[in-house]
């Protein structure tokens, strides 16, 4: 059975610090991709990163980036420069290949604090 | 540029009374389509899911369906709600398979539900 497991509910990161918000999953098909996304206050649900089981390097999207472990089932995300608008729900995905589409499963989320 | 539409946004509905949700997808053809339940501070559950006009897969058992009419329509109902209905439900839409798709999900504008 495919899992996320998201074990920080919430953090706490000084404004212009980095922070990084912890993510394990669990698969065994070979072929999966992982993705991080943010919630707002508003509900919205806002992509942020991708990185697929295959790629060499870990993937990165201005001040986010994803520490991805293969070995140890982890994608972490790293958020640099942290700006008082990162104060939001981050949620770990992952979507693995079935017959004729995909699905996605979410974590249970992180809220992040950013103090001014 | 696809858009994602879902309505309506806050819904009070009492016990036992009908339900439905709707989300709508535009700019895209034959989308695979999504219904989340965000329970209050929780990750996101899968509900259903399509791949295409007719047909909807479940994920947990449940007081709710889902029907497809047509490639970009996705419909959310129930004939009698019931209290652990509450929640917020999300809409989404992904590119079909094949190709560079990654499983990356769109989100809609939520929806708020609350079974009295």
């Known amino acids: 059975a495919q899992k996320i497991t998201q074990t920080q509910p919430g953090m706490f990161v000084q404004e212009k610090e980095a922070v990084t918000l912890d993510c394990t999953y669990d698969t065994s098909d070979p072929s999966y991709g992982l993705f991080w996304y943010k919630q707002p206050s508003s509900g919205e649900m806002i992509f942020l990163i991708y990185?697929?089981?295959?790629?060499?390097q870990n993937a990165t999207e201005g001040r986010y980036s994803l520490n991805f472990q293969k070995a140890r089932k982890s994608a972490n995300l790293v958020i640099s420069a942290s700006q008082l608008g990162d104060s939001a729900m981050y949620f770990c995905a992952m979507s693995a290949g079935n017959t004729g589409g995909f699905k996605t499963i979410f974590g249970a989320g992180t809220r992040l604090f950013v103090k001014a | 540029s696809q858009t994602i539409h879902q309505w309506p946004a806050t819904l009070v509905q009492p016990v036992g009374s009908p339900l439905s949700l709707e989300c709508t997808v535009e700019g895209t053809s034959n989308p695979n389509l999504y219904w989340y339940r965000q329970a209050a501070g929780r990750g996101l559950q899968l509900l259903f899911y399509s791949v295409g006009i007719g047909q909807i897969s479940s994920e947990v058992p449940q007081n709710l369906s889902a029907s497809r009419p047509q490639d970009r329509q996705f419909i959310l109902s129930s004939k009698k709600l019931l209290l652990s209905d509450s929640g917020f439900y999300l809409c989404a839409w992904s590119r079909g398979t094949g190709g560079s798709n990654t499983g990356e999900l769109f989100f809609g504008e939520g929806s708020r539900l609350t079974v009295l």
């Open positions: 990185q697929g089981s295959y790629d060499q």
